[in-house]
């Protein structure tokens, strides 16, 4: 038991995690590499890069040039793709490659604020093909991620159409506690990385977990509680009556809970396109 989070009722609160580093001890985007090679997505060349890229993520963590670089690597190399491909590949995947990647530390946190009646958001800067299958996983109630233009051949354009970075995160969670009616006073941001300063800022319990050394540095500052979490454990020897899916079972899961998590995401970038045009700016994040 952490013994980080209290039991609180009304108004409403939540918990945002951060994804890569603070619920699972790897990238989650650079960690299906090796998946997309064997589905023909990428070259060998483009798995050694990831690799390289992961190593140096997790060596060092990664600031705003080193994300914006990964950014514009990941969006090229993903122009092309067939997103149903790809929605197919994370799903068989899911279990081998995450399951046993994932903090029990967090999954205790998540386990916890659950039960507090917190609702448990994951906010990452990867992929929403890759994050919302493991929001489902970890039984998130809500998932924000970045999006990526898909064309009409069903293939991703190379083009951002929603970066969930820094204080876009920040945006975020504020869009969702006004709708939600989250007391962010109350609520929980967790986070290893010093770009996610904005969305800890936004709420009253922020906790540096594995954090960076800029962040660190933050916390310290600022007195915000550091957690060391360093025990990655599969669900299934965690619980024990936890059962493992079929194949067949487990890609139909995580199509419904990219199906429900992108339904949430088209609801919150109509909501900014709608404040958008009431007071006459003409560009959204969408």
């Excluded at 590499?33 to 990428?42: A, E, M, T, V």
């Excluded at 507090?116 to 998932?143: C, H, K, M, Q, Y």
Aim: net charge negative; hydrophobic share 45%.
């Amino acid at each position: 038991m952490l013994r980080v989070v209290e039991n609180h009722s009304l108004p409403r609160t939540a918990a945002f995690f951060d994804l890569d580093k603070t619920v699972i001890a790897k990238s989650s985007t650079l960690t299906f590499s090796k998946s997309f090679y064997q589905g023909g997505l990428i070259n060998r060349r483009a798995v050694l890069r990831t690799a390289y890229t992961q190593f140096v993520f997790l060596a060092g963590g990664a600031d705003h040039d080193q994300m914006e670089r990964m950014r514009e690597y990941l969006s090229a190399l993903c122009k092309g793709w067939n997103v149903q491909q790809v929605k197919e590949i994370v799903a068989e995947t899911l279990h081998d490659l995450i399951d046993p990647i994932i903090y029990d530390e967090a999954a205790s946190l998540i386990e916890e604020h659950h039960s507090a009646g917190r609702d448990v958001v994951i906010v990452s800067t990867s992929g929403a093909e890759v994050v919302e299958p493991i929001g489902e996983l970890l039984g998130a109630d809500r998932v924000v991620a970045t999006r990526m233009v898909v064309g009409d051949d069903g293939c991703f354009t190379g083009e951002v159409e929603y970066y969930a970075y820094g204080p876009t995160k920040e945006e975020a969670i504020r869009e969702l506690a006004a709708a939600e009616g989250y007391d962010l006073s109350r609520c929980y941001a967790y986070s290893d990385s010093a770009t996610d300063v904005p969305m800890l800022s936004a709420v009253g319990q922020p906790f540096a977990v594995n954090p960076d050394r800029a962040l660190r540095r933050e916390a310290t500052a600022r007195g915000w509680p550091i957690l060391v979490f360093n025990r990655p454990v599969r669900l299934k020897q965690r619980l024990p009556a936890f059962s493992m899916p079929t194949r067949p079972a487990l890609v139909a899961a995580a199509a419904v809970g990219a199906a429900a998590a992108t339904a949430g995401l088209v609801w919150y970038a109509s909501r900014r396109r709608s404040a958008a045009a009431q007071i006459g700016t003409a560009a959204t994040i969408g």
